[in-house]
């Protein structure tokens, strides 16, 4: 049987590939998961604290910060959460 997955979901997976620390995240959480307490691997999707987790994915990041600019959905409904606002912290 075969999942039907949104575009943007797949580009966000195929981030992983390219991003150092999405590869020893995953690496992490494949052979630990209770290693990491602040993130979890849900279906090949990283989450930190239980939110979707981008990585530095500047294309995907800068697609969900236009399509949030354009449109209705308020900003305290969103809880995708970027990589660099979040390590900064």
Not at 33 to 53: A, E, F, T, V
Request: a negative charge.
């Amino acid at each position: 049987m075969s999942v039907s997955r949104p575009t943007w979901i797949t580009e966000v997976m195929n981030g992983y590939f390219q991003d150092e620390h999405a590869q020893k995240l995953l690496t992490e959480l494949a052979v630990d998961p209770s290693q990491n307490h602040h993130y979890s691997l849900q279906d090949g999707l990283i989450r930190y604290k239980g939110r979707l987790w981008i990585g530095h994915n500047t294309k995907v990041q800068n697609s969900i910060l236009t399509a949030l600019h354009h449109s209705d959905i308020q900003q305290n409904q969103i809880s995708i959460c970027l990589a660099q606002y979040e390590e900064s912290n």
